[in-house]
T-cell receptor, first 112, second 111 residues
Framework: ETGVTQSPTHLIKTRGQQVTLRCSSQSGHNTVSWYQQALGQGPQFIFQYYREEENGRGNFPPRFSGLQFPNYSSELNVNALELDDSALYLC???????????FGSGTRLTVV | DQQVKQNSPSLSVQEGRISILNCDYTNSMFDYFLWYKKYPAEGPTFLISISSIKDKNEDGRFTVFLNKSAKHLSLHIVPSQPGDSAVYFCAASSDYNDMRFGAGTRLTVKP
């Protein structure tokens, strides 16, 4: 049984560009949440997907969007990148509501 | 909105002693609380949790205490070991889904 896998591990983008981050959930997990962790801060909730539907959203603008696929893998898309988007992006999956989350190691995004 | 706060950015203790990490929250709707541990270059790892119907939960060397009236929880590690050195995050949620995290406390356990 593999854990949560995120790709890429590191990424450098230019301001104004678009980026797609990917996450493969742990086997059997149908719920995935994405978090942004800026330097020196705790993870901030971006949104959650449950069975391919968005199931909750944090205080992030619409240029942060996501997808969950039938195999429960997911993507985080960020348009019109800003310098403040530089952060560690964490994906966490769960076998269902009420169960614990397993985190991936994250994607470190740097916007220059 | 900082609904979960960890006011101590760092803590240093001697091996074998007790480590106490604190967390405060403001949202009275939170009913589930978790502690995560994070090593560099890894994602957070779940450590221990407590629901609002309890005031204590114990798992080996780790005990979490919840004081609902004070909106405060703490994580006790005893005895502390050098391998416990990591960043510890407190998290809270109202529906198991939307976890709000504190900023973390870096624990250093000295041999």
């Amino acid at each position: 049984e593999t854990g949560v896998t995120q790709s890429p591990t590191h990424l450098i983008k230019t301001r104004g560009q678009q980026v797609t981050l990917r996450c493969s959930s742990q086997s059997g997990h149908n719920t995935v949440s994405w978090y942004q962790q800026a330097l020196g801060q705790g993870p901030q909730f971006i949104f959650q997907y449950y069975r391919e539907e968005e199931n909750g959203r944090g205080n992030f603008p619409p240029r942060f969007s996501g997808l969950q696929f039938p195999n429960y893998s997911s993507e985080l898309n960020v348009n019109a990148l800003e310098l403040d988007d530089s952060a560690l992006y964490l994906c966490a999956s769960s076998p269902g509501q009420g169960a614990g989350y397993t985190f991936g190691s994250g994607t470190r995004l740097t916007v220059v | 909105d900082q609904q979960v706060k960890q006011n101590s950015p760092s803590l240093s203790v001697q091996e074998g002693r007790i480590s106490i990490l604190n967390c405060d929250y403001t949202n009275s709707m939170f009913d589930y609380f978790l502690w995560y541990k994070k090593y560099p270059a890894e994602g957070p790892t779940f450590l221990i949790s407590i629901s609002s119907i309890k005031d204590k939960n114990e798992d080996g060397r780790f005990t979490v205490f919840l004081n609902k009236s004070a909106k405060h929880l703490s994580l006790h590690i005893v005895p502390s070991q050098p391998g416990d050195s990591a960043v510890y995050f407190c998290a809270a949620s109202s529906d198991y889904n939307d976890m709000r995290f504190g900023a973390g406390t870096r624990l250093t356990v000295k041999p």
